[in-house]
């Protein structure tokens, strides 16, 4: 069939069926890539891709679509002739299916049809649906609605894992890192260290008298209480260090490239962001609650004797002095490599 009476077969068939009339309203339109060598397909394409609320992206070949589609803002629906120049349709269904995209792209592939072979290529090189010219503007449009539908579904299933994903990782009360994750991340700090012969520093951080506000004004302002914490420190925390939840009211901080005297003006400066104001009505209870938190940290320039349970029992143990020394206070261990070394030695030596 000739260009012209495909141009007047498109026109004709431009206005939707009842049948499209009453379309799914849940299912919204998307960026659209059209892909065909022929000006009138390609143009008749546009303008009913338009008019159905579409943003329209077009490419005369497979290597200008291919170019369009290593973009930021490529198009997740995609209407790709078979037959194109340069690169034809086939192998340009390939290439998108060879890499990793994420969201997936719907490929509806555009064929002749005397052309069952290509068709048969098409789909097996990773085409989800096809369509035969010359056709019906109205099976086209239901098409790429039911290629929209399963976009639909596939964000939703995105959403979902990356909820899980911030479940299993994050601490549901405060929405810090919880205690699996920020001891991970520390693991991984601890390598880093090593590698580029850097200090690393640890704090932990506890509610002081935390107790006693869940007696005096119930487990809910409690509540409340360790989500101000989480929200100061992770106000006050460098953007490329970590905070979590280690468990009640201990909360987990690591610092990056900090020496001995350098953790000692950090933690002082969260110590102090907690403690410069009270919160008022915690969980509608009618008054303020003064906080302050006692820190314990630990720095040391990594040598291979050090993991992650000397680092942190170091910081437990400062924690622990500065409870003793009357809290609200940081005291700072002196994570000495040769000490460590020593004492392990000395401990074997007995056994």
């Known amino acids: 069939m000739s260009e012209r009476k495909t141009s007047k077969r498109l026109r004709m068939n431009q206005v939707p069926s009842e049948a499209t009339a009453g379309e799914d309203q849940a299912v919204q339109?998307?960026?659209?890539l059209v892909v065909d060598d022929?000006?009138?397909y390609r143009n008749m394409l546009a303008t009913c891709l338009r008019d159905w609320g579409y943003e329209v992206f077009v490419a005369e070949?497979?290597?200008?679509?291919w170019e369009i589609l290593q973009g930021s803002q490529a198009p997740s629906l995609m209407v790709i002739d078979c037959v194109l120049p340069r690169l034809d349709g086939i192998e340009l269904c390939r290439r998108v299916r060879s890499r990793p995209t994420v969201p997936y792209p719907y490929i509806l592939l555009i064929t002749a049809h005397e052309e069952k072979q290509k068709l048969i290529d098409g789909l097996t090189a990773g085409a989800d649906d096809y369509l035969a010219k010359p056709f019906d503007v109205n099976e086209l449009r239901a098409r790429l609605r039911s290629g929209m539908r399963i976009l639909s579904l596939q964000g939703q299933l995105l959403r979902k894992e990356e909820e899980l994903r911030f479940q299993a990782l994050h601490d549901p009360l405060t929405g810090l890192w919880n205690r699996g994750a920020i001891l991970e991340f520390l693991e991984r700090e601890l390598a880093r260290a090593r590698r580029g012969a850097e200090p690393l520093a640890v704090m932990v951080?506890?509610?002081d008298h935390f107790k006693a506000i869940n007696d005096a004004h119930g487990h809910q302002a409690g509540d409340v209480v360790l989500q101000a914490v989480a929200r100061r420190l992770a106000g006050a925390m460098r953007a490329y260090d970590w905070v979590g939840r280690y468990g009640g009211e201990e909360f987990l901080a690591i610092v990056s490239a900090t020496d001995t005297e350098?953790?000692?003006g950090y933690a002082e400066r969260l110590r102090a962001c907690i403690a410069e104001e009270p919160i008022v009505n915690p969980a509608n209870f009618p008054g303020k609650i003064r906080l302050t938190v006692s820190i314990g940290a630990a720095a040391a320039r990594l040598g291979p004797d050090f993991t992650c349970g000397f680092l942190i029992k170091a910081a437990d143990d400062a924690l622990y002095l500065a409870k003793k020394n009357g809290r609200n206070r940081v005291e700072i261990h002196s994570a000495d490599p040769s000490k460590a070394t020593r004492a392990r030695a000395e401990k074997a030596s007995a056994g």
Do not use: K
């Open 38 to 40: 022929s000006a009138v």
């Open 61 to 65: 070949d497979g290597l200008q679509a």
């Open 29 to 32: 339109p998307t960026s659209v």
């Open 262 to 264: 350098g953790i000692r």
């Open 205 to 207: 951080i506890d509610v």
